[in-house]
Nanobody
Framework: VQLLESGGGSVQSGGSLTLSCAPSGSTFSGYAVGWFRQAPGEAREFVAAITWSGSSTYYSDSAKGRFHIFRDNAKNSADLEMNSLKPEDTAVYYC????????????????????WGQGTQVTVSS
């Protein structure tokens, strides 16, 4: 499964962006989809995740209250709406999809996700 991210770009502090993740030539397998990010010189970190049904969502502390992950069934995508963006949100954002059930305790663990996109750059200027 190839995942395609879109929606990245440059925005001023306090602005908003919505990232979209869709499988190319396929549909999501029925398991969790997560968003991760990696800033220059930093390790990749968990941002948010959603179960296939959309009934459960998970957020990192930095994303909680500002970001919203949701499924768009019409687009067959898992989108990440980002509000009140800060310069420290600047990073390459990656979406990832699991190929089996991921328990909530492991939802932020990268090794639980089998498929990864190429990433989309988000730059927030002050």
């Amino acid at each position: 499964v190839q995942l395609l991210e879109s929606g990245g770009g440059s925005v001023q502090s306090g602005g908003s962006l919505t990232l979209s993740c869709a499988p190319s030539g396929s549909t999501f397998s029925g398991y969790a989809v997560g968003w991760f990010r990696q800033a220059p010189g930093e390790a990749r970190e968990f941002v948010a995740a959603i179960t296939w049904s959309g009934s459960s969502t998970y957020y990192s502390d930095s994303a909680k209250g500002r970001f919203h992950i949701f499924r768009d069934n019409a687009k067959n995508s898992a989108d990440l709406e980002m509000n009140s963006l800060k310069p420290e949100d600047t990073a390459v954002y990656y979406c990832a999809a699991a190929d089996r059930w991921v328990p909530s305790v492991n939802i932020a663990v990268m090794s639980r996700y089998k498929y990864w996109g190429q990433g989309t750059q988000v730059t927030v200027s002050s």
